[in-house]
């Protein structure tokens, strides 16, 4: 990566005057054009906003040029509301859906001068581990074009990892930033539960969802999200805890930090050659003066079977308001309200919703509730102790993002459980509550990234962006970048 | 673990959820929901006696505000997305809900 396409690069370039908002935001605008044909990054590009608000900024360099994010282009995924700008979710539902508000993270960006370039691709309201539930066609990976970037929040990785731009924006509930990110080869940051305001994001499952950054480096991460950060009186459980400057965390010394790697998780099932750069990763770690030890997670491996009742449980209820009344797809021609309902969420919904709605709906339903949702949110506290006890010896849990690099479109697509199965490593860290890191860590064989994920403790997001910076110190992992033939 | 869900079973919950299914939908989804909750039994084998449940994580406690007017979303807005309304009088439109 040259250091221009970084937050830090462009930042500097805007305070020196040695480019102007207006020629970044057309030369990423060319970026996106180039290659949007062949990788599918976007839903909707908005360059006259784009544009407009470059303008803006150089028009008034007093106003805006010490913004922390001034004149930077970003790509968010398209589940965050944009006032005025089509806002889908990747679904039928909302195809032409138009929020009369900002969500809090976009006016935060852009009252810290960010610029909006476009809508990324996701699966279909968020839920899948592909793009592939995408109702507008899947994204591709700019490391293997026939393989998925992962997903949720996989647009939002396509865009940062073909140099679309330098940051983008996800939303995490089960790996969604983290998966994408380490399969893209990106820093992507879950932050601790509350760390972030939610108004304005399209809920999926309201006590997991979180919004976060996907980056190239640890520093361009940490900037975003000290923007993004924060109280916010339209979300309850957003924290008052104040955020922290999270660029000063970033000294490069780990000495003495304890990190805690749960073996006994990693016996099956994960791919020798991601294994063997989680390994690497950890002697990098190591060599610069942390402590690396066994920690346990004895409930860990439960987390699939929780998170899959608990947030389609939650995804149920969550999407009963996509009726075809107040906004969004309307079935025609239907007799009554009962079958206008019924058809328009036939036709407005995908079929991975679809089921993710019918098993909440199960899990939550007499007779059931007790057997499914009940024992799994028993099972919750189980795994949320673990890691409360787990940080009682160690100050971060360090495991590989994803069991396996990206897999080909298509592999997953017949088989849900199998695509849920990927999810391993990442939910538990959702269920908790805790902030996660996904950083690149080295690649497979075929030129595939791997990540590996920091887990740490409530509202330590430093500590995690300090680890990741002092990794990025010592590899060059983070500098590789996709052939793309432009 | 093997675990049956029937067709009709995913007829009711389909009613539940207002999702209208053809009849190889609800075929595919007792198959698939079958698969998914079967994997989930394997729940059943965790002691959780004396557990309490988690329903969320947020760690905050009950905050208060000044009850104070604030500005929302003003009518026109609030309707402009609406596949059908009646702007002048403020209203949503639906299909008639009574035969």
């Known amino acids: 990566m040259s250091e221009a396409a970084s937050v830090r690069g462009l930042r500097e370039q805007i305070r020196s005057g040695s480019r102007s908002a207006t020629e970044i935001c057309r030369e990423a605008l060319a970026t996106v054009k180039a290659l949007e044909s062949s990788l599918h990054a976007f839903v909707t590009i908005t360059e006259e906003h784009a544009l407009k608000r470059a303008a803006e900024i150089d028009k008034d360099p007093r106003r805006w040029r010490d913004k922390p994010l001034s004149g930077v282009p970003i790509a968010l995924k398209d589940n965050l509301c944009t006032r005025g700008i089509r806002t889908t979710a990747s679904s039928r539902m909302l195809e032409s859906f138009l929020p009369p508000y900002d969500a809090t993270v976009v006016s935060r960006l852009e009252e810290a001068g960010a610029i909006i370039v476009g809508k990324t691709n996701c699966d279909e309201f968020a839920m899948g581990s592909s793009t592939e539930n995408s109702a507008f066609g899947p994204s591709r990976n700019p490391w293997a074009p026939d393989r998925t970037p992962g997903g949720s929040s996989g647009g939002s990785a396509v865009a940062v990892a073909s140099g679309m731009t330098p940051v983008a924006l996800g939303s995490d509930t089960g790996g969604s930033i983290r998966q994408p990110a380490a399969l893209c080869g990106l820093v992507g940051l879950k932050p601790t539960y509350g760390r972030v305001s939610r108004y304005g994001l399209l809920a999926f499952a309201s006590s997991l969802d979180q919004i976060g950054p996907l980056a190239r480096t640890a520093y361009d991460a940490a900037v975003v999200l000290a923007v993004i950060a924060g109280a916010d009186p339209a979300d309850a459980t957003s924290t008052p805890t104040p955020a922290a400057d999270y660029a000063a965390a970033l000294t490069g010394d780990i000495r003495q930090i304890r990190i805690g790697v749960p073996w006994r998780l990693l016996e099956n099932g994960v791919d020798p050659a991601v294994l063997q750069a989680f390994r690497v990763a950890l002697d990098v770690i190591r060599a610069r003066g942390a402590v690396v030890e066994h920690v346990d997670l004895p409930h860990a491996k439960h987390a699939i079977s929780v998170y899959y009742l608990i947030a389609t449980a939650e995804a149920s209820s969550n999407l009963a308001r996509y009726d075809g009344v107040r906004y969004g797809y309307r079935a025609p021609n239907t007799a009554d309200l009962g079958s206008m309902y019924a058809r328009t969420r ?105 990540g590996l994920q920091l887990t740490g403790r409530r509202f330590e997001e430093a500590a995690l962006l300090r680890l990741a910076d002092a990794h990025e110190r010592d590899t060059d992992w983070w500098q590789r970048t996709p052939e793309l033939g432009i | 673990m093997s675990f049956r869900v029937t067709t009709s079973e995913v007829e009711a919950i389909a009613a539940l959820a207002r999702i209208e299914l053809d009849g190889p939908e609800v075929e595919l989804f007792a198959r698939q929901l079958g698969d998914i909750l079967g994997y989930a039994r394997e729940l059943q084998a965790v002691n959780t006696s004396d557990v309490a449940p988690t329903a969320h994580v947020a760690g905050s406690q009950d905050t208060e505000r000044p009850d104070e007017i604030r500005p929302s979303l003003d009518r026109t807005s609030a309707l402009q997305n609406a596949p059908d309304a009646w702007s002048e009088g403020g209203l949503f439109k639906v299909p008639r809900v009574l035969g």
């Open chain 1, 346 to 450: 036939r036709l407005g919904f995908g079929p991975e919703v679809k089921r993710r709605i019918m098993l909440g709906t199960y899990v939550l339903s007499a007779g059931y509730y007790d057997a499914y949702y009940l024992k799994a949110q028993q099972v919750r506290t189980l795994i949320t102790g673990d890691y409360q006890r787990a940080f009682d010896q160690v100050d971060a849990v360090a495991m590989p993002t994803t069991p396996t690099a990206a897999f080909r479109l298509g592999e997953r697509t017949a088989d849900p459980l199998q695509m849920y199965l990927g999810d391993v490593f990442t939910v538990s860290a959702n269920l908790a509550g805790l902030p996660a890191i996904s950083i690149p860590c080295g690649f497979t064989q075929e030129h595939l990234p791997v």
